[in-house]
């Protein structure tokens, strides 16, 4: 199965790749299952799979959880090392392409104090909906890289 394929099968069509890149043969080994299923486990117990039911939660903190996904991310791939690479692939192209636009807008605006006000909570949540669809997509791919039972839809 190829790159293209595993990321159709998904249905994570936001991703894009050069067109070489996609064709790859992809076999994940057992340093890719295993940081697979460190990266499952953490975005399942995060907001950035689970549902911020209006007038709850913190929108400064949700948005805190998100971006830490990049250092959980980074110390993943660095404890795995080179061995994963299949999942490094996939790991990076997740954080620049879908993690990294949302943090990079919301980062500025919260400095902005845009959490003082509620039309920008609002849209904060409802970007944060969007975000959430996506990532639930790469939890369900993490599952299958890991081999385990996906619980995304729990």
């Known amino acids: 199965m190829t790159l293209k394929e595993w990321i159709n099968k998904w249905d994570f069509n936001s991703l894009k790749l050069c067109t070489g890149f996609l064709d790859a043969e992809l076999v994940f080994n057992a340093a890719d ?26 929108e400064q903190a949700a948005l805190e959880s998100i971006y830490s996904l990049f250092s959980v991310t980074r110390g993943i791939l660095k404890d795995n090392g080179r061995s994963c690479i299949q999942f490094s692939k996939i790991a ?3 954080l620049n392409q ?9 980062h500025i605006l919260s400095i902005q104090k845009a959490f ?4 920008q909570c609002q849209a ?5 909906k969007d975000l959430q669809n996506e990532l639930r997509k790469y939890t369900s791919m993490l599952s299958g890289i890991a081999q385990v039972e996906d619980l995304t839809s729990m």
């Not at 879908?98 to 919301?106: E, G, S």
């Not at 003082?116 to 039309?119: A, L």
Request: hydrophobic share 45%; net charge negative; no cysteine.
């Open 33 to 58: 299952e295993k940081a697979a299923w460190e990266m499952y486990v953490e975005l399942l117990t995060r907001i950035a799979t689970q549902p911020l039911e209006d007038n709850t939660g913190n």
């Open 92 to 94: 990076i192209i997740v």
């Open 98 to 106: 879908v993690i990294r636009p949302f943090t990079a807008k919301w």
């Open 116 to 119: 003082d006000s509620p039309v």
């Open 124 to 128: 904060f949540r409802s970007e944060l």
